[in-house]
């Protein structure tokens, strides 16, 4: 079977977020099921210079954008055994950064009109086209408006996959004609059209043959009014064309026993697991203290990731519980002053480290006892399953895909990888943390929950065979 994963970010060529570790690590895994894995992205001016002169030039060509027919190159090369190509145009893509544009939309209706549009010429012809997020969510429209005429293209079959719902591309109607050539026969509720505007992701969810999302328990919340964004009529009407997989991590790179970033390397041990806790208190600034539950957090300092209840209840818990807490990110201004300011007050206690660096970051994993995650919403989430690589006991809101990967720590039957709260609610929040802090303290439950947390398989390749099932079901379909 021939796949081909269009996306606007890839790891490691650029990233902005967990989409890029999707597209770097499920291919992977869909290859050791003999599948024949390629992936299409563009040639950002970000990209490092190492990959960019490993890049070789494939072809060149136009793409038909309205009247328009701007330039567009083809540039590969092969990472990891996966061929990847980039789409070059410097006037869309040469610019620092990834999104935020105010020409966006023409941005990346270029991209998705380029992707079909040098299939035949780059002589790989996908039995699935598989597009994630809004940035390619035009392609299946595309392809049925465009190209299912033409032989190549016809028994193409098409995947949706929808990462975060918050983001959907939502752009001006004359973008469609203009830009796309697109009549009107598209544009109705029942098509791409949204209150009058353009939106990319619901032409994705409408146009495809099967539609997924990174969680099981995401699938579920988008069809409701509260996650939906607008959306969930839409998606609830899918029925078994609608899939929730969670996200898996590559557990090569992030390995405990192998990973080089971190102070002390272990598989299961528990005192070397401590030794990186000794050198990531040294390395903060924060006493020395194994005896002290150390939590952290590793994540974008924005809304959804629940930092109000953070924010809301830190000060009590900081100056009352023997605990020390760290957290590592960047993004909202308010957000990274308001942590700098709480590390300030309680220097023995608190680390803010406003920036984003990987190396910290396993660290963070390696040496920390508990990570926080007490998300509004999170469609599924990677920093959980890291954590529980690293055996840093996740506390999570019971949200998306938290909700699907992290089960709550029964001290009877001694099941269960971590510790959640159901409402979004602070205090409910620092409940749970204390309940925490105390099962810290009896090293005979610890020990077990570390042991749940650490033999779990968050791999890719269950998730992988979800796919393929897939895959292979809606392929058969175009044949019968």
């Not at 990209?47 to 030039?57: F, V």
């Not at 009058?196 to 997924?212: E, P, Q």
């Not at 529980?388 to 909700?403: A, I, Q």
Request: net charge negative; proline share 5%.
């Amino acid at each position: 079977m021939n796949i081909l994963f269009a996306a606007a970010e890839v790891h490691p060529f650029i990233k902005t977020g967990g989409l890029a570790d999707v597209i770097g690590a499920l291919p992977q895994a869909l290859k050791k099921s003999g599948a024949d894995v390629r992936v299409i992205l563009p040639k950002y001016k970000s990209i490092p210079d190492e990959y960019k002169e490993a890049m070789e030039p494939v072809i060149t060509t136009d793409v038909p954008l309205g009247w328009r027919r701007p330039y567009c190159g083809i540039e590969m090369l092969v990472h990891d055994g996966i061929p990847v190509y980039f789409v070059d145009n410097e006037y869309y893509f040469g610019r620092d950064g990834v999104y935020g544009y105010m020409d966006d939309g023409e941005r990346f209706a270029f991209f998705n009109r380029a992707v079909l549009e040098v299939l035949p010429q780059i002589e790989f012809k996908p039995d699935v086209l598989h597009s994630h997020d809004w940035h390619a969510g035009m392609i299946p429209l595309l392809l049925e408006a465009h190209y299912a005429h033409d032989p190549f293209y016809s028994e193409i079959r098409t995947v949706f996959t929808i990462h975060n719902l918050l983001y959907q591309g939502v752009f001006p109607h004359e973008l469609f004609s203009d830009l796309l050539e697109l009549d009107d026969r598209y544009f109705t509720v029942d098509g791409a059209e949204y209150y009058s505007n353009v939106n990319f992701l619901k032409a994705g969810v409408v146009f495809a043959d099967h539609v997924t999302t990174v969680s099981p328990t995401y699938a579920q919340e988008v069809q409701t009014s509260y996650y939906g964004y607008g959306l969930d009529g839409l998606l609830s009407s899918l029925g078994e064309r609608f899939s929730g997989i969670v996200n898996g991590i590559d557990t090569k790179s992030y390995n405990p026993a192998a990973d080089n970033k971190i102070a002390v390397k272990y598989r299961t041990s528990l005192s070397k697991k401590i030794e990186n806790k000794i050198e990531l208190q040294k390395e903060l600034g924060l006493p020395v203290r194994p005896d002290a539950p150390l939590m952290v957090m590793v994540t974008r300092l924005v809304d959804s990731k629940g930092l109000d209840l953070v924010c809301r209840v830190l000060d009590e818990l900081l100056y009352y519980d023997d605990i020390q807490f760290a957290v590592l990110g960047t993004g909202d201004p308010a957000y990274e002053h308001w942590f700098r300011e709480a590390a300030n007050r309680y220097p023995l206690k608190m680390s803010a480290q406003i920036t984003f660096n990987d190396g910290l970051s396993r660290r963070f994993y390696a040496g920390s006892d508990l990570f926080l995650m007490p998300s509004r919403f999170e469609p599924c989430g990677i920093s959980q399953l890291l954590a529980l690589r690293y055996g840093s006991v996740p506390l999570v809101r019971e949200t998306g895909g938290l909700n699907d990967t992290v089960q709550a720590y029964n001290e009877f039957s001694g099941e269960g990888n971590g510790f959640s709260f159901t409402s979004f609610n602070a205090h409910d929040m620092m409940n749970t943390i204390r309940r925490a802090e105390a099962l810290y303290r009896q090293p005979e439950h610890w020990k077990k929950i570390v042991k749940n947390a650490m033999s779990g398989d968050y791999s890719w390749n269950v998730s992988a065979e979800e796919y393929m099932d897939i895959y292979r079901r809606i392929t058969l379909e175009s044949v019968k």
